[in-house]
């Protein structure tokens, strides 16, 4: 076998111990992220329990405001009866005050009732908050366990990528470029054998004459159909 040829299975090797550890890296970050949308959701949770107490203290003291404003309103009413003299108007006034009475404790019942609901939505943020504390303490260590795999493997691809630097750089430019330049083109490997007298990626038929030169090392050849290059099965692990 050419020996570049050795030389480039060696590299694809090293890319393929590349590629596993991102792999794993990548399931990792998946595992990451399902915690992420657990505590995501917990935090969604008290933020609209958050609003919802923002909302409810908006319209309790919205009330507050109306029940002063008629309370007010009243005393006006009550002062101007005691200088009434005429009996028509004095009826008039008392007729006003008895109905803005009966709105005015419409409006106190209902600030009331709105005061006691802000209660109970801020009972409810504590609860959220409380959901949100136990979340985190709970996949506190998980997220401990995961960042010791993140650091190994991350550890792993660095001493990968620096054997996979070491082997390319064995290879001359020229034809470390067009592997490179296939790599990036190609989801499958760039390197494969020759399978009988066919490309063992795309099995186009390969020439006989190209086929004997491929076998006996003469030269580094590509397959026509897909431009993979071609080694002969039969002498891996040979010189």
């Not at 040829?5 to 090293?14: E, G, N, S, T, Y």
């Not at 006003?96 to 600030?111: C, G, H, I, P, Q």
């Not at 401990?144 to 630097?165: D, F, I, M, N, Q």
Request: charged share 35%; aromatic share 2%.
């Amino acid at each position: 076998m050419h020996a570049d040829l050795v030389k480039l299975l060696d590299l694809q090797a090293k890319d393929g111990a590349v590629e596993e550890v991102g792999a794993r890296m990548r399931k990792l970050d998946s595992e990451c992220v399902g915690l992420d949308q657990v505590l995501q959701r917990a935090h969604d949770l008290l933020e609209a329990a958050r609003r919802a107490v923002a909302d409810g203290i908006r319209r309790r003291d919205e009330l507050e405001a109306r029940v002063e404003s008629f309370r007010l309103l009243q005393e006006r009413r009550t002062l101007r009866l005691e200088h009434v003299r005429n009996p028509k108007e004095a009826s008039t006034l008392m007729a006003e005050l008895d109905l803005a009475r009966t709105v005015m404790t419409k409006e106190e019942n209902d600030w009331v009732r709105s005061a006691e609901a802000v209660g109970a939505l801020e009972v409810k943020v504590g609860e959220e908050e409380r959901k949100v504390e136990t979340v985190v303490g709970e996949q506190q260590p998980e997220r401990a366990l995961l960042e010791e795999r993140r650091s190994a493997l991350t550890a792993e691809r660095e001493e990968a990528l620096r054997e996979r630097e070491a082997s390319a750089s064995q290879i001359d430019k020229a034809l470390r470029t067009r592997y490179d330049r296939l790599r990036r083109s190609r989801s499958a490997e760039v390197v494969v054998p020759l399978v009988g007298g066919t490309c063992g990626a795309c099995h186009t038929m390969i020439p006989l004459n190209r086929r004997s030169q491929i076998k006996s090392g003469a030269v580094v050849d590509g397959c026509e159909g897909c431009g993979a290059i071609l080694y002969p099965q039969e002498h891996v692990g040979t010189g």
